[in-house]
């Protein structure tokens, strides 16, 4: 018995995987053995009980019929060789370069770039940490995915995709993180405040004062503008911070001012509100010495688009009650599966 996932169900596994490991990659012949029946399905709901209805999946055949429990998609044409990976027994997940391919066929630009932002981050969704979060390296990267589209041209999403990737952002530590580069950085076509030259955690190496302040050689901005020196912080809503974590963030903060970099603070309430960010964006632009004109007839559509994007990923994942209810479905006791009751 095996299934194959595709899109957004694919996704929401590869956003809780420590890490994939591409020599467990299987030939197009694995995908003949996948059969999306019901027994199937329940499979896949014991491992991964947070996934939300429906799944999508691959499926070289459709004479089976699973009515609103699962979306099918074709996979009659060839895949390419090491973009189908092995996770679990019998489980079956796309590469995060395919995955991309996959949700381009179904997504906006500005949902396709979010997306890029997650696989290419340094962080997965993990519940047993306190902020919901683990470091992880990266996924996958620009440079990869770029290669990717060149080496497989005939699959389809990839134009969506190659518009896409000079947006993507690397290395963000937070899914706030990659919609906060978006909201000030994207092209006022794409919604963004068209904030460009950020630096996604660039390492600045302090001086002795800095040194002294912080007890290291160097910090790391979120949103860097090295030629205003410029940082701009992320921090969750104080409520959620731990007395230890605030008390790093105070002297992040102070040992960069002492070295001269302003520091504009933006809390998960202010990146959810256009108006706030437009207030933050015009404070970057002022800095930068570039006044914020929006020139694009585009932008007020695209700006609402922009800020409508489920960057707490509360869709890739079922909630708490969805959860709780839903466990009948798989072995009885405690699982240990995420669950989206986190505030990054």
């Known amino acids: 018995m095996r299934l194959a996932l595709y899109g957004k169900t694919a996704l929401s596994v590869l956003m809780t995987l420590p890490s994939i490991d591409r020599d467990r990659a299987v030939a197009q012949e694995a995908l003949d053995g996948c059969q999306p029946t019901a027994q199937a399905l329940r499979y896949v709901r014991r491992r991964y009980p947070q996934l939300p209805d429906p799944l999508h999946l691959l499926a070289p055949r459709w004479e089976r019929a699973l009515g609103a429990a699962a979306t099918l998609h074709s996979a009659r044409a060839p895949l390419p060789a090491g973009s189908l990976l092995k996770i679990h027994s019998g489980i079956y997940v796309p590469s995060p370069e395919l995955c991309l391919a996959q949700l381009a066929r179904e997504s906006t630009d500005q949902e396709l770039i979010l997306y890029g932002g997650l696989l290419c981050g340094s962080f997965a969704i993990d519940p047993i940490c306190a902020t919901g979060l683990r470091e992880r390296a990266p996924l996958t990267d620009v440079a990869t995915i770029a ?133 933050v964006a015009r404070e970057v632009s002022r800095c930068a010495k570039r006044p914020m004109r929006i020139r694009s007839k585009r932008f007020p559509k695209s ?42």
């Open 147 to 279: 290669r990717f589209a060149r080496l497989h041209p005939g699959i389809k999403g990839l134009k969506a995709l190659r518009r896409c990737l000079p947006h993507m952002t690397e290395l963000a530590a937070s899914p706030p993180e990659v919609f906060l580069r978006m909201a000030l950085c994207l092209p006022h076509r794409l919604g963004g405040f068209g904030c460009e030259g950020a630096l996604v955690n660039y390492a600045i190496p302090l001086g002795k004062r800095g040194q002294n302040l912080a007890g290291r050689s160097s910090l790391v901005p979120d949103l860097y503008w090295p030629g205003c020196r410029l940082d701009v912080e992320y921090d969750a809503d104080s409520v959620h911070l731990t007395s230890h974590q605030a008390m790093l963030d105070a002297t992040k903060r102070l040992a960069l001012e002492t070295e001269g970099y302003r520091v504009i603070t933006v809390t998960s309430l202010q990146l959810g509100s256009s108006r706030h960010m437009a207030n």
């Open 303 to 344: 700006h609402r688009s922009l800020f409508a994007l489920d960057w707490s990923l509360r869709t890739l994942f079922k909630t708490p009650d969805q959860y709780e209810s839903s466990r009948d479905a798989g072995k009885p006791g405690k699982s240990t599966a995420p669950r989206p009751d986190r505030e990054y």
